[in-house]
C-alpha cells in the first residue's frame, strides 16, 4: 500500500483494483481544481448565487450575558440551500463532475441529509442521481426521501445486512464499481478513501476562511476557541482548516455521547475508549468495532453523527493533540437546543447542539475579551418530528394522529 493520501497513520486509499484508474482520474482532475485559483473563484460565486454564501457569523448577544463569560459567536451554514453545510460539499463535487464530463452522480445517504443535497445538485447541473438508501432509513426519513424523488432522483432501498448506512455504501460501491466510465460517487464527508478527506474538507474550507475573515473585523483578533460537532468530520474539518496553523486557537470536536459512555449506547471515537484502529470502507481509521473487526452498533439522537468512523484527518489531529475531543449526550442536546430557541430565536440542528453543549460548559470560564465560536453546521426544522417526540408535545402527538387519521379515513 503506499503512503499517498495518508494524514500521519490514517487514510489511505484501500480500494479493489477495478476503481484503480477512476480514482486516479478523479485525483488528477482534483489536483488541477486545487492549484487553478480560478476554479475556486467558481465555486465561490456558485456558493453566493445559489446558496448563502458567505454566511453570517451571528454574535450571539443574550446568550453570551446569560452565561457572563466569553462573547459567543455562531457561524450560521444552517443558512446554506437545504439549511446545512453539506452544500458546500455537493455543489464543489457538481462542478468537478462536469468538468470530468461525468453525466451520472451516485450517492449513499442515512438520514438522507446527504442525500437531499445531492439530489439537489443533480437537478442543478442536469445529472441523473441514484441514492442508495438502507430500507430502514427510507422508512424512518421519508420527507427527505419525498423530497430527493420529486427532484428527480432515484431512491434505491438496499435490503440487505442490518438495511442502514454501512449497507447502503456497500451498495453505492457496487453501483460505481460496475458504472465507473460514466458515474461519479458523491462522497459526502472527509472520510473514505483518499482523494475524498482532502477534498470533502478543501471545499468545507470556505467556512473557516469567512469565519476569520468575519471575526478579525467583529472582535478584533482571533478567537480563542471553536466549537464543532463530528460525525464524519467535514463540518468540523471545514471551520478549523483555516485556524490550524493559529497556536492561540484551541480546537474542539464534540462527538454524540447518546445515551452515555457507560452503556454503549453513543457514537464516540475519539473523545471515548471504545474505539480502536482499523481499516475499513477503504480508508484507516478509528472505528468502533470489537475485537473480530466487526463494526459495533451506534447510537444518537442525531442522525447525522450516528457513525462508527471518523475523519482521518481528525484521527491525526487527535493523534497530534491539536484538536480536543469531548462527547455531550442526548439529554444534555435537548437542553441546548431549548435555551438556543428561547434565547437567541434560533434552531440550530439536534447535531449542531452537541457543539453548543460543550462551548454551554466552558464560556463561563471566559472573560468577554475572549471570543468563542460556535459551526451550526445545520438548522434544526428537519429534526422536528425527533424534537417534538424528545419535548414529548403532547399537541405535536395530538396533531400526528388526527393527520394518520385523515390519511386513512380519505384512503
Ligand atoms: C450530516 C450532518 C452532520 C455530520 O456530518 P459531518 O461530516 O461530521 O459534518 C452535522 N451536522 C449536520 C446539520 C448534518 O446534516
Not at 40 to 61: D, G, H, I, K, N
Not at 129 to 155: H, L, S
Not at 367 to 386: E, L, Q, V, W, Y
Amino acid at each position: 500500500m503506499e503512503r499517498k493520501g495518508f494524514f500521519g497513520n490514517w487514510g489511505g486509499a484501500y480500494i479493489p483494483e477495478v476503481l484503480h484508474q477512476t480514482f486516479e482520474e478523479l485525483n488528477d482532475e482534483f489536483l488541477r481544481c486545487k492549484n487553478d485559483p480560478a476554479f475556486w473563484q467558481e465555486y465561490v460565486e456558485l456558493m453566493s448565487t445559489y446558496s448563502c454564501r458567505p454566511t453570517p457569523l451571528t454574535y450571539a448577544e443574550n446568550l453570551s450575558r446569560h452565561f457572563g463569560g466569553a462573547r459567543i459567536y455562531i457561524k450560521r451554514e444552517d443558512l446554506n440551500h437545504t439549511g446545512a453545510h453539506k452544500a458546500n460539499n455537493v455543489m464543489g463535487q457538481g462542478l468537478l463532475v462536469r468538468r470530468m464530463g461525468k453525466k451520472r452522480v451516485i450517492a449513499e445517504t442515512g438520514a438522507g441529509q446527504h442525500g437531499l443535497a445531492t439530489a439537489t445538485m443533480a437537478a442543478k447541473f442536469g445529472f441523473a442521481c441514484t441514492i442508495y438508501m438502507g430500507e430502514e432509513d427510507v422508512r424512518r426519513q421519508r420527507p427527505n426521501v419525498f423530497w430527493m424523488e420529486k427532484m428527480g432522483a432515484t431512491v434505491v432501498p438496499v435490503t440487505n445486512g442490518s438495511r442502514t448506512l454501512k449497507d447502503a455504501i456497500n451498495e453505492a460501491f457496487r453501483d460505481w464499481v460496475t458504472n465507473v466510465d460514466d458515474t461519479h460517487y458523491v462522497f459526502g464527508t472527509v472520510c473514505g478513501p483518499h482523494p475524498f478527506p482532502e477534498m470533502v474538507g478543501w471545499f468545507q474550507s470556505i467556512i473557516g476562511l469567512e469565519a476569520a475573515e468575519q471575526i478579525l473585523k467583529y472582535h478584533g483578533r482571533m478567537p480563542v476557541r471553536i466549537f464543532a460537532c463530528v460525525g464524519g468530520g467535514s463540518n468540523a474539518m471545514g471551520i478549523f482548516k483555516r485556524f490550524i496553523p493559529e497556536a492561540g486557537v484551541e480546537l474542539v470536536g464534540v462527538e454524540a455521547g447518546g445515551h452515555g459512555l457507560a452503556t454503549g449506547l453513543h457514537a464516540t471515537r475519539l473523545s471515548g475508549s471504545d474505539a480502536s484502529p482499523g481499516v475499513a470502507q477503504g480508508y484507516k481509521t478509528m472505528f468502533l468495532q470489537d475485537g473480530d473487526g466487526q463494526m459495533k452498533e451506534t447510537h444518537s439522537v442525531a442522525a447525522g453523527l450516528d457513525y462508527v468512523g471518523v475523519s482521518p484527518i481528525l484521527s491525526d489531529l487527535w493523534e497530534k493533540g491539536r484538536v480536543r475531543f469531548e462527547s455531550a449526550t442526548d439529554g444534555e442536546v435537548m437542553a441546548a437546543l431549548d435555551l438556543t430557541m428561547k434565547k437567541e430565536g434560533i434552531i440550530p440542528a439536534l447535531e449542531s447542539a452537541h457543539a453548543f453543549v460543550q462551548a454551554f460548559k466552558e464560556a463561563p470560564q471566559l472573560t468577554p475579551a475572549d471570543a468563542i465560536i460556535i459551526n451550526m453546521s445545520g438548522r434544526g426544522d428537519k429534526d422536528i418530528f425527533t424534537i417534538a417526540h424528545a419535548f414529548d408535545d403532547p399537541s405535536w402527538k395530538d396533531f400526528i394522529i388526527k393527520r394518520g387519521l385523515e390519511y386513512s379515513r380519505n384512503k
